[in-house]
């Protein structure tokens, strides 16, 4: 798979903190799962009803608020070594964008994969324990992982 490439009814493109998840996955077999995994699944997958909705600000959205146009991002666990991708629908200009770069035509839907997290993350101590404050949930934690300010 390229960072940018065409799928099996949509496009995935790759932003830098995905790149590194699977250019660092040294087992050929462990990419190629991931790869056909992120082709297959973000598009009514077989884990769409576990899917998690987020809006702009990284608010999960429950129940009536998941049909509003403010759902933006989605957590989507994949059947792959229990890795969840973090993603969002690629917009018009951005597909146009895509076959302009690639020379070629592209699926009219995509998915941009914003990270790819490993199960274990949700295990990982934090520096200072829990004397570092309280727990980031939530919005925090989306906001963290697209490089916004919590403020």
Do not use: C, W
Not at 65 to 84: E, G, K, R
């Amino acid at each position: 798979m390229t960072h940018n490439g065409e799928s099996r009814g949509y496009e995935v493109a790759l932003g830098p903190a995905a790149i590194r998840i699977i250019d660092g996955l040294f087992d050929p077999a462990d990419r190629d799962d991931l790869e056909y995994a992120l082709q297959t699944e973000l598009v009514a997958g077989p884990n769409a009803d576990k899917e998690s909705h987020f809006d702009r600000e990284g608010q999960p959205l429950f129940g009536h608020n998941l049909d509003s146009a403010d759902a933006v991002y989605t957590a989507t666990p994949l059947s792959v070594h229990a890795y969840t991708v973090v993603h969002r629908a690629l917009t018009k200009d951005e597909l146009d964008r895509l076959a302009e770069e690639q020379y070629r035509s592209t699926h009219n839907r995509g998915r941009y994969v914003i990270d790819i997290l490993a199960a274990e993350l949700a295990f990982t101590r934090r520096p200072g324990g829990l004397a570092s404050g309280p727990v980031r949930t939530g919005g925090a934690v989306l906001r963290r992982l697209l490089g916004e300010s919590d403020d």
